[in-house]
């Protein structure tokens, strides 16, 4: 069965500081790998997508997030972080089949400090 | 382009009254759908996931039903609420033919008291 860690709970970072939240997954095959960020009462918004291809994708508001097969991660990066980045963030993983479910981590809080 | 709708966006429901909460997708055609709840602090629970007009499948079970009454609409339903009911509702979408990932709508939060 598919799951996903997310090591860390709550992260603390300055603004203009870089950013590295953690993801780790089981999957028996090349899976599916998606970040997700949450506002405060807010749903869920893609921020980049891993299926196949180069293991750096980057995605939306200057993120970016790297597939390492051997160790089973998919980690999620910033260069400089920006106060409007405080956010909840999710990892999920999916599987190719059709009509499956995504796994989601139970996510990262990010606070970010002026 | 397609767009999810979700309502409403907060309900504060005593103990036993009924829910309904509904989504709609538009601009896509037999999408797959989902309810997911998020408690306070908590990750995402898939809740019920569809796959087609009439075909639901429970993930967890609970007071909670879900119906499909057209392609595009799923509604999130309860006879009567309990206090433990209380959270963060999501409903999404997703293409089936394709893995393309979630495309969530804006939630509602339930309050029971």
């Known amino acids: 069965a598919q799951s996903v860690t997310q090591p860390d709970i709550h992260i603390t970072v300055s603004e203009g500081a870089s950013l590295e939240l953690r993801c780790n997954y089981s999957?028996?095959?090349?899976?599916?790998l998606f970040w997700y960020v949450q506002s405060p009462g807010q749903g869920l918004q893609l921020l980049l997508k891993y299926f196949s291809g180069d293991t750096l994708v980057q995605g939306i508001k200057g993120f970016e997030a790297e597939f390492k097969r051997s160790q089973s991660s998919f980690n999620l990066r910033k260069p400089s972080v920006h106060w409007s980045d405080a956010a909840e963030y999710f990892c999920?993983?999916?599987?190719?089949?059709?009509?499956?479910?995504?796994?989601f981590g139970p996510g990262t809080r990010l606070s970010v400090l002026p | 382009s397609q767009t999810i709708h979700q309502w409403p966006a907060t309900l504060v429901q005593p103990v036993g009254s009924p829910l309904s909460l509904e989504c709609t997708v538009e601009g896509t055609s037999n999408p797959n759908l989902y309810w997911y709840r998020q408690a306070a602090g908590r990750g995402l629970q898939l809740l019920f996931y569809s796959v087609g007009i009439g075909q639901i499948s429970s993930e967890v079970p609970q007071n909670l039903s879900a119906s499909r009454p057209q392609d595009r609409q799923f509604i999130l339903s309860s006879k009567k609420l309990l206090l433990s009911d209380s959270g963060f509702y999501l409903c999404a979408w997703s293409r089936a033919t394709e893995v393309s990932g979630y495309t969530f709508g804006s939630g509602t939060r339930l309050t029971v008291v």
């Open positions: 999920a993983v999916g599987a190719a089949n059709y009509g499956q479910n995504f796994v």
């Open positions: 999957y028996g095959a090349t899976p599916y």
